[in-house]
């Protein structure tokens, strides 16, 4: 029977692909790119050729999922890094055929189209050589790429329990910056929630209480913000905003808010982006930080396998430097956000 080091590449990637979906073969083959039935082939010949002595492989089949037995949980951690060099390798020996090498970066929209821009922005003047691709997934799918592989680095706004929790493995977590979210509207409107809109204090954060008539324009259902909206509402006032569009992004939101619509519920970033490409006639108040915590945006990398460090190529660690560099002066425009109806 072959020794477990020598497994093919494949069912290593087969093993760390069952372990981080939870189980799921569905999900893996997905992943990977291949069948139902070549999963399935797969599956078992690892569970052979990792089997101990005693009949002990490294999966067991519970239910419809696939669980790590203790052995399975004891060489997780290296298997894992292993697949990760392997990828590193892959993407080396590619750059060295195309002339460049690239990093992989996963963000919000927002982001893309703000700091994250800047700072790709900059890493190319310094670093010519190299390419950026970067991919806008929802805030789950982005840590997932990042435990599995497919990015360098994430931008999310998860928490560290939550990013781990998804990623089901030790990840490296920093925090850029504090996002405070803000009411957004027209200046004027001569509606009667216009007029109460107008009447809102401009010298300190506004209340859920004082909001409960207001028309909002908030994201859609199924989203993890719009639940978190939710969340918020329910528990300050104990009833739900009065929502009237249900939208897709910051910027929809804002583009909305400006056509007099109903206000808007983002994040000081958002609109400080909005207001950069030449837009003023939206104008901003606070929100009670107790009641609507800001949003701690972090990046997220691999952590090594026993190493409390990023695991990053050399340029993908140039651009991590330049994305925090970047994100702190981001975040002191944000800050700055005018509330005065210009």
Known sequence: MPRPEQLPVELLQ????????????????????????????????????????DGSPWLFLRGRRWRLTPEGQRVRGVVTDLIHRYAEMGRFVASGREGKSVVSLACGQQAAGGFVRSAVTRFLKEHPAHGVRIATPRGKARIEGVAGGQFDLAVVTDTPATIRQIA??????????DDRFVLAGL???????????????????????ELS???????????????????????????????????????????????????????????????????S???SRPLDEKEFPPDAVRLVTRKGFGRDEPELTKP??????????????????????DESIP
């Open 187 to 209: 200046s004027s409107s001569k509606t009667a929630w216009g007029k109460r809109w107008g009447a809102l204090p401009t010298d300190r954060p506004i209340h859920a209480s």
């Open 213 to 279: 008539e207001m028309p909002f324009i908030v994201p859609e259902a199924d989203s993890q913000r719009r639940r978190q909206f939710d969340e918020w509402c329910q528990r300050t006032t104990g009833k739900m905003f009065n929502i009237i569009v249900e939208a897709g992004g910051w910027q929809t939101i804002l583009e909305f808010a400006e056509a007099g619509i109903g206000i808007g519920l983002v994040t000081a970033s958002a609109l400080e982006g909005y207001r950069h490409h030449g837009r």
């Open 14 to 53: 087969t093993f760390v692909a069952i372990a981080d979906l939870d189980g799921d073969a569905s999900k893996a083959a997905e992943r990977l790119g291949i069948s139902q039935p070549s999963i399935s082939k797969r599956i078992t010949s690892l569970r052979r050729m990792t089997s101990d002595p």
């Open 316 to 337: 993908a660690n140039e651009l991590r430097k330049l994305l925090r560099l970047v994100a702190g002066s981001h975040a002191d425009s944000a800050s700055n956000v």
């Open 168 to 177: 089901r493995r030790e990840m490296f977590i920093e925090a850029l910056f």
């Open 281 to 283: 006639r939206i104008v």
